[in-house]
């Protein structure tokens, strides 16, 4: 979830979908989320890449450094 702008990474997907596909840069700049803490960035470019719109805190990053 984007705290800063309220909004869940499903919500964030379901509109990118919608439009067809957005850059993270796009959902930034286009006010969607990642414009106050910047901590969701990393979460919604792994939602882009994945589809994935769930995480546990740090997961993804403890997978990459075991999987590799
Ligand atoms: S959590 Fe998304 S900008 Fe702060």
């Known amino acids: ?3 800063c ?3 869940t990474f499903r919500e964030l997907m379901d509109l990118v ?12 700049r286009e ?7 910047g901590m969701c960035v990393p979460y919604v470019k792994k939602m882009l890449a994945t ?6 805190p740090g ?3 403890i997978r990459e450094r075991t999987d590799g």
């Not at 006010?31 to 803490?37: A, M, S």
Request: glycine share 20%; aromatic share 8%; net charge negative.
């Open 31 to 37: 006010g969607y989320c990642g414009g106050g803490c």
């Open 51 to 56: 589809g994935e719109t769930a995480f546990a």
């Open 17 to 28: 979908l919608d439009r067809g596909g957005m850059s993270c840069e796009e959902l930034v």
């Open 1 to 3: 979830m984007c705290v």
């Open 59 to 61: 997961d993804w990053v």
């Open 5 to 7: 702008h309220r909004r």
